[in-house]
């Protein structure tokens, strides 16, 4: 048996919201495999429909031998995504969808230069590590691809713009700054997650990425909505771009789009998909026929029931992090949509960075999160400042199940603090 550190839970088996490790104990799981296993660990009706896909064929190259469960797939995304998006790439993960949406627009604008936002994550290859704005991900694997910029994120609890305050458009309209400043007028893309997850929680203030279209489409760019994380039914709407006045140019997608099997892809408008000629991207496996298979089920699950689910408990999670905000001063601030929430933990001792609230505190927030797994309790920890808990569980959670989750981060800030 290996040694596993000390937030790790191994695991053996799991199913709907539990997690079980190899001694047999169990754990409520408020985390997902970081927002991935939205319809629950060992949904039957996923598990169904991948074996049942098995025993037809595994594998076949779908850019080789077009198949029905991929042909279905894309069908069914032409239906559910925003706007006029028509067309998907499929591959296996959600940085290779970024890396495939950059080229799209590359290709397609003419231009080369992508901007992103601070503080976002989309992924850790070298053409989405360059769009990732943390720099803890980079050390060591400089230099990534170029033409690059990053703006101001929507973090209005840190923001100096707001000087911590709810976040205004000051933060999209700071954009062009960034464009005037520090590109060379050749913009391809803007690429944006409309909900934060890596970076915090961060959930921008109506009109940001309406914004942001607009900016995108001045300059002849595309707006790239990296839902990644945010998708999927996790917000408590299918996308978390439906709760913004905006329409993204292209979608990428993965995480939660097959439950756990590894799938991703991105969409756009036929317009744009077209300029893609054969040979400018494959992937082997993408597309795996097994992987769209879950893929179909998961969102039939989702359509019946669970992103309904997650817009109630979501609710009413809202309203119990905001007890806690009003009951520990170390609750800094709770935010977030449907079932990806955040708590962001402070120490009011110190100052913050830029002088903007109290400091962030990973040294709790680590203990906080040590404690809940005592309780049997899995919840993830992240924000750029690691000082943020996330609750992001699979969209199946009851509301018992939820309620033991938060009365227990409630005892554990309570011990902790």
Known sequence: MPIWKSLDVPLERATGCTV??????????????????????????????????????????????????????????????????????????????VEGAIKLARKYTGSKEVLAVEMGFHGRTLGSLALTGNRAYKAGMAPTINDVAHIQPPYGYRCQSCDGGPCTNACATNVERVIDSHTAGDLAAIVVEPVMGEGGIIVPPQGWLAE??????????????????????????????????????????????????????????????????????????????????????????????????????????????????????????????GLMQGVELVDTSETGPQGVGPAPDSTLAKHVSRNLRERGIVMGVGGFHTNVMRIQPPLSISRTQFERAIDGLEAAIEAER
């Open 20 to 97: 079980q490790d190899f001694d047999g104990n169990e754990y409520l799981d408020v985390f997902s495999g970081i927002a991935v296993t939205n319809a629950g660990h060992r949904n039957e009706r996923v598990v169904e429909a991948a074996k049942d896909q098995l025993d037809e064929f595994v594998h076949g190259c779908s850019y080789v031998h077009p198949n029905q469960p991929v042909a279905d797939l894309a069908e069914r995304l032409s239906e559910v995504t925003p706007g006029d998006l028509q067309k998907s790439f499929f591959c296996n993960s959600g940085t290779e969808a």
């Open 212 to 337: 942001l279209e607009a900016v995108a489409h001045e300059h002849d760019a595309l707006l790239i909505a990296d839902e990644v994380q945010s998708g999927y039914g996790r917000t408590g709407s299918f996308w978390a771009v439906d709760h913004f006045e905006a329409e993204p140019d292209i979608v990428t997608q993965a995480k939660g789009i097959a439950n756990g099997l590894p799938l991703g892809a991105f969409t756009a408008s036929a317009e744009v998909a077209d300029t893609f000629q054969a040979g400018d991207h494959l992937s082997t496996f993408g597309g795996n026929p097994v992987a769209c298979a879950a893929a179909l089920a998961t969102i039939a699950e989702l359509e019946d029931g669970l992103i309904d689910n997650a817009a109630d408990q979501g609710a009413w999670l809202a309203e119990r992090l905001d007890e806690l905000e009003a009951r520990f001063d170390v609750v800094g601030e709770t935010r977030g949509l």
